[in-house]
């Protein structure tokens, strides 16, 4: 990537420079996914350029 911060998440450019998420029994929480959380495959798709992120999950 050649972007200093983060692609768009969400349909929005958040600016942010990292994002912090839980990961547990293969689902991904964070402040938007609500309580159910949402797959990893379903949570990446959220991200511009998703391919190009390395997801550590």
Same mark, same amino acid.
């Given at each position: 990537? !050649?972007? #200093?911060? #983060?692609? !768009?998440?969400?349909?929005?450019?958040?600016?942010? &420079?990292?994002? $912090?998420?839980?990961?547990?029994?293969?689902?991904?929480?964070?402040?938007? $996914?609500?309580?159910?959380?949402?797959?990893?495959?379903?949570?990446? $798709? !959220? &991200?511009?350029?998703?391919?190009?992120?390395?997801?550590?999950?």
């Amino acid at each position: 990537m !050649n972007q #200093l911060h #983060l692609p !768009n998440y969400r349909g929005k450019d958040s600016g942010w &420079w990292s994002h $912090t998420v839980v990961v547990y029994n293969g689902r991904v929480y964070d402040a938007w $996914t609500g309580r159910a959380g949402e797959s990893i495959a379903e949570f990446k $798709t !959220n &991200w511009v350029k998703h391919a190009d992120i390395d997801f550590p999950f």
